[in-house]
Every structure is written in structure tokens, then in C-alpha cells.
């Protein structure tokens, strides 16, 4: 077995003995002395960095409304790099801060906390799928994507009960009063 390749002691072999007759808790136990005999090692608690992002997140906004999006992330010593990604068609290409995108990170725990990518005036073109990712000093860690919709919102207000006006956000205005001319007049 693996736990018996790390106990050292006739003691630690003794309780691997205890640990094999017991046929009730195996697992509960097994992972107990896995505990110990790593703590006895110098190796300390078992620890593993992770990013919590749930499969098909969907954040939306409209055009010029302040966006943020988050990643959860959980690491064992110093705090990773983190770093925040929007995909094309075939690569993740790195998110620039710019006075319209800037990042934060919060800290929930000493060992946790959230990077926040904060957009300031989204526009159309930053709809999109994004991933956070960080890098430790085994391997680097890839969140499941966030996607992102920024609607171009439609504004329509009543002057009368036959005269309003709608426009896009973005776009110009149009007015119109009374009904519809036929087609062909």
C-alpha cells in the first residue's frame, strides 16, 4: 500500500496493522493516518491551490452599465499570479488593463479570495467568454469559462398617445407620431 511506504516506525507499521483489521471507517481512517504520517514527514496538511468558477456562468449587462466578473481562488502558501483571459476561436488571449477593464483582488480568508475583472463602460465588442487561471509552482490552474452578453439597450419613451421616440443607447434617435403611413402612399 502507498501509506505504508511513508510510516517509519514499528509503532506507525503497528497502527497500519490496526488500521487494515478495522473493517468498519477504512476509508475515514486510512485518510486519517495519510494525515499523520504526512505531519510526522514535516510536509505539514495536505493542501491543494484550486479556482471556483461554476460550469456555465452567464453574466449580462447592458452597454455602458459597470460589469464585474469573479473567480474564487483557494491557495496553500503565497498568493498566485492571477490572471484573466477572453477566448476566440482557437486561443485564450490575455485581458489588458485599461481605464475600461481594471482587475481587484479581495481577500475572503488568508489562504483565499477573489479576483474581480471590473468593466467600466462595456461596449458590445467585450461580450465574450472569459476564464481567470493561476499560476502556482506545480501547475496552472484554468477556471471554466464565464460568459459575458452586454445587450445594446433599447430606450422607447411615450411623449403622447401617438408620438414616442426609441433609440439604442449607442445609436440615433428616431420619432414617430400618429399611426404608420400605408405602404405605397
Known amino acids: 500500500m502507498c501509506i505504508i511506504s511513508e510510516l517509519k516506525t514499528k509503532a506507525q507499521m503497528k ?3 490496526t488500521y487494515q483489521s478495522n473493517e468498519g471507517g477504512k476509508g475515514l481512517v486510512g485518510f486519517i ?4 504520517a504526512k505531519q510526522l514527514q514535516g510536509q505539514g496538511p495536505i493542501c491543494d491551490d ?7 456562468t452567464v453574466v449580462q449587462a447592458f452597454v455602458m452599465e459597470k460589469l464585474t466578473i469573479n473567480c474564487t481562488v483557494g491557495f496553500c502558501n503565497d498568493l498566485p499570479q492571477v490572471t484573466w483571459c477572453k477566448l476566440d476561436q482557437h486561443s485564450c488571449n490575455p485581458v489588458i488593463q485599461t481605464t475600461h477593464i ?9 489562504n483565499s479570495g477573489i479576483s474581480i475583472l471590473h468593466f467600466t463602460n462595456p461596449s458590445i465588442d467585450d461580450a465574450g ?3 481567470c487561471s493561476v499560476n502556482t509552482d506545480q501547475s496552472i ?14 430606450a422607447e419613451f411615450s411623449v403622447s398617445d401617438d408620438c414616442w421616440w426609441s433609440a439604442p ?10 399611426n404608420q403611413p400605408a405602404s405605397g402612399a
Do not use: P
Open 15 to 17: 497502527r497500519m496493522d
Open 33 to 36: 493516518l495519510l494525515l499523520l
Open 50 to 56: 484550486y479556482i471556483r468558477v461554476y460550469r456555465n
Open 102 to 110: 481594471q482587475t481587484q483582488w479581495n481577500y475572503l480568508t488568508s
Open 129 to 131: 467568454l472569459y476564464r
Open 141 to 154: 490552474i484554468i477556471s471554466h469559462s464565464i460568459t459575458v452578453i452586454v445587450n445594446d439597450c433599447q
Open 169 to 178: 443607447i449607442s445609436g440615433s434617435v428616431t420619432v414617430s407620431c400618429g
